[in-house]
């Protein structure tokens, strides 16, 4: 149990330095419940001890599923959900015996937590989706704002229309570098005709 205090801790960490909805708590609580289970399902049914720790991957998934949200056009909370899944795994291997194979594959998921940050970045510097909000006044100048896409470098994939107290509004899924994207926000501000802008 002690081990599994230490690396349900190692796990919450991380996302508590990162102001997620899972942090160290509930990742301490995951991977003590799932060693508990785990190590009684030994005990209960030892003829099936698999039967009680079964269960462990059924439950985990409906506290998983809690944490994804859709916000906008972007769904938030699958990392978290999957780190959650991982706690539980980890905290049955403890209880199963395997404390080697945990503490690699707890440092590797930290690593991985940590490192690929990094990573995500990069990519996101060259490679970023947003969706834009623009609203105007009685009719949406699609050409205009088509023009701004174009001189920002950025990829419009889909446009949804809609009306709302004489203000015509459009959200415009847009793909590119980071830089463009800048670009682009910088631009949209700059035009009067707008009402409202957000993204």
């Keep these: ?15 508590q330095a990162r102001d997620k909805a899972a942090g160290l708590r509930t ?35 409906f506290l998983g599923a809690g944490v994804i949200l859709r916000h906008g056009s972007r769904i938030v909370g699958v990392t978290t959900a999957s780190v959650i899944w991982l706690t539980a795994a980890l905290g049955m291997g403890i209880g199963a ?7 690699v594959v707890a440092v590797v998921a930290v690593g991985v937590l940590w490192g690929f940050r990094w990573i995500t970045r990069a990519i996101d510097a060259v490679h970023e ?16 704002i088509g023009a701004l896409l ?21 959200t415009l899924y847009v793909v590119g570098p980071a830089a463009a994207h800048a670009r682009f926000v910088e631009a949209v501000l700059a035009r009067p005709e707008i009402e409202t802008f957000s993204y």
């Design 27 to 61: 990742m301490v609580f995951i991977c003590l419940g799932a060693t508990l289970f785990t190590l009684l399902s030994q005990r209960i049914a030892p003829a099936d001890p698999v039967r009680i720790a079964a269960q462990v991957v059924t439950g985990i998934g």
């Design 97 to 103: 015996g395997y404390h080697a194979l945990v503490l």
């Design 150 to 170: 174009r001189n920002a470098r950025l990829k419009c994939h889909s446009r949804v229309y809609g009306c709302s107290e004489g203000v015509v509004t459009c």
């Design 1 to 15: 149990m002690f081990l599994s205090l230490v690396v349900g801790s190692m796990i919450g960490l991380e996302r």
């Design 129 to 144: 989706e947003r969706a834009y909000h623009v609203g105007m006044r009685d009719r949406f100048d699609a050409d205009a």
